[in-house]
């Protein structure tokens, strides 16, 4: 008789546990984690700004460490503990989307340094955190990136040196979010130590605030709501006016006023098969001449760039005007080609 050795045993009775264990068991994102709470969540007054806070266990245990902080406020904390990125953006259309917010509070990425779901680049981290930025601001939601807490040492994996990698990170999350009108909450500069680590007033375990932490990070994450919410009340691209060869690029910046207000605009070229502009501004000139549009999410303010082209050494001038649409309760500006001029 062939005898079964003891690892094939084995390798066949984890294959058994696996596929009889329950549902809950296999539920890796923890989908169920606020299921019934997501049910629960009623809309708010239509003046009123919804914030979602998702995180990990530094975002779960802020409403036990200071309720007061989200009491009698539209603040909904989606945190669940030892959470890497990667399971937060699983359960993100759940536990974000389905909820109609109008801001969310991003703070993760310390569980993927600490490799809670195993080995990982901060370039891979940004990726995951840039995804779901991304889905937010395709649903309308404004968005709050938050550093990563500094940490020297995490307790349970004392191998992993995370000083370099959380600086970087931060980096890469401050920068992901000036090119993409997103607001950055700084909470490491105010919490760091000497050693780059978690000041010791501040946390108990190193990588935890405590109530003392946590009271520093609150008026920085209010800053960044409130600046998330501030609507522009008038728009300007800057340059006005540009002139460039075929097949080269430029980048348009926008001025807001009040400074710090929301630079969440539409794009647009009024021809883009003469020149094209991405989502950030980025302008790419292929022939003659072309105006460049920026439209604020309803429509109320609208700036433009008029682009000048030098195509196979003859250049090409525009004259645009701006006629408003007859019926509508806000007059639309809309460009409009009256004629062009040959360079003789």
Same mark, same amino acid.
């Given at each position: 008789m062939k005898m079964i050795n003891l690892k094939q045993i084995i390798l066949v009775l984890q294959f058994l546990l696996f596929i009889v264990k329950p549902a809950d068991a296999q539920d890796w994102a923890n989908l169920n984690f606020n299921k019934v709470a997501n049910t629960k969540i009623e809309p708010t007054a239509t003046n009123e700004y919804q914030v979602v806070f998702m995180g990990n266990s530094i975002t779960q245990f802020w409403s036990d460490a200071h309720p007061a902080f989200f009491a009698n406020k539209p603040y909904i904390n989606k945190g669940i503990s030892e959470q890497t990125t990667s399971q937060m953006l699983n359960r993100f259309d759940a536990d974000v989307i389905k909820q109609n917010p109008s801001i969310v509070v991003f703070l993760g990425g310390t569980n993927d340094i600490a490799q809670n779901g195993g080995p990982i680049t901060v370039e891979q981290i940004m990726e995951n955190i840039s995804s779901m930025a991304q889905i937010k601001k395709t649903n309308g939601i404004k968005v709050v990136l938050c550093s990563v807490l500094p940490v020297y040492q995490y307790n349970w994996r004392p191998d992993i040196k995370p000083i370099e990698q959380i600086i970087s990170l931060n980096a890469l999350i401050e920068k992901y979010t000036e090119d993409n009108d997103m607001v950055y909450a700084d909470f490491y500069s105010s919490l760091v130590n000497e050693e780059k680590g978690l000041k010791s007033e501040y946390s108990n375990d190193g990588v935890h605030p405590n109530l003392a932490g946590y009271l520093v990070m609150e008026p920085i994450v209010e800053a960044a709501i409130q600046k998330a919410t501030t609507p522009a009340t008038s728009i300007a691209i800057s340059p006005s006016t540009l002139n460039m060869t075929?097949?080269?690029?430029?980048?348009?910046?926008?001025?807001?006023?009040?400074?710090?207000?929301?630079?969440?605009?539409?794009?647009? *070229?009024? &021809?883009?098969? /003469?020149?094209?502009?991405? %989502?950030?501004?980025? =302008?790419?000139?292929?022939?003659?001449?072309? $105006?460049?549009?920026?439209?604020?999410?309803?429509?109320?303010?609208?700036?433009?760039?008029?682009?000048?082209?030098?195509? *196979?050494? &003859?250049?090409? /001038?525009?004259?645009?005007? %701006?006629?408003?649409? =007859?019926?509508?309760?806000?007059?639309?500006? $809309?460009?409009?080609?009256?004629?062009?001029?040959?360079?003789?």
């Amino acid at each position: 008789m062939k005898m079964i050795n003891l690892k094939q045993i084995i390798l066949v009775l984890q294959f058994l546990l696996f596929i009889v264990k329950p549902a809950d068991a296999q539920d890796w994102a923890n989908l169920n984690f606020n299921k019934v709470a997501n049910t629960k969540i009623e809309p708010t007054a239509t003046n009123e700004y919804q914030v979602v806070f998702m995180g990990n266990s530094i975002t779960q245990f802020w409403s036990d460490a200071h309720p007061a902080f989200f009491a009698n406020k539209p603040y909904i904390n989606k945190g669940i503990s030892e959470q890497t990125t990667s399971q937060m953006l699983n359960r993100f259309d759940a536990d974000v989307i389905k909820q109609n917010p109008s801001i969310v509070v991003f703070l993760g990425g310390t569980n993927d340094i600490a490799q809670n779901g195993g080995p990982i680049t901060v370039e891979q981290i940004m990726e995951n955190i840039s995804s779901m930025a991304q889905i937010k601001k395709t649903n309308g939601i404004k968005v709050v990136l938050c550093s990563v807490l500094p940490v020297y040492q995490y307790n349970w994996r004392p191998d992993i040196k995370p000083i370099e990698q959380i600086i970087s990170l931060n980096a890469l999350i401050e920068k992901y979010t000036e090119d993409n009108d997103m607001v950055y909450a700084d909470f490491y500069s105010s919490l760091v130590n000497e050693e780059k680590g978690l000041k010791s007033e501040y946390s108990n375990d190193g990588v935890h605030p405590n109530l003392a932490g946590y009271l520093v990070m609150e008026p920085i994450v209010e800053a960044a709501i409130q600046k998330a919410t501030t609507p522009a009340t008038s728009i300007a691209i800057s340059p006005s006016t540009l002139n460039m060869t075929d097949n080269s690029i430029s980048q348009l910046s926008l001025i807001v006023t009040p400074e710090g207000a929301s630079k969440n605009v539409t794009w647009s *070229s009024s &021809n883009p098969s /003469i020149a094209t502009v991405s %989502l950030s501004g980025l =302008v790419r000139a292929l022939a003659l001449a072309r $105006l460049i549009t920026a439209t604020n999410p309803d429509g109320s303010l609208t700036s433009t760039c008029f682009i000048t082209v030098t195509a *196979s050494g &003859n250049q090409y /001038i525009y004259q645009t005007v %701006l006629r408003p649409i =007859v019926g509508h309760a806000m007059p639309t500006l $809309l460009p409009m080609t009256t004629g062009f001029l040959h360079p003789g």
